[in-house]
């Protein structure tokens, strides 16, 4: 994902339709994917 990719995913909940991530720590489908505890 990188630096990019991550802030991608946190800004989408600004005005993005869909937020993606994990809902535990270590559960992550993706290298990098950010936990929804976040």
Known sequence: M???GEISRVF???GG???FGS???GQE???G???ANF
């Open 23 to 25: 809902l535990e720590t």
């Open 29 to 31: 489908s993706a290298p």
């Open 33 to 35: 994917q950010i936990p």
């Open 12 to 14: 989408s909940s600004v």
């Open 17 to 19: 339709f869909l937020i």
């Open 2 to 4: 990188g630096d990019m």
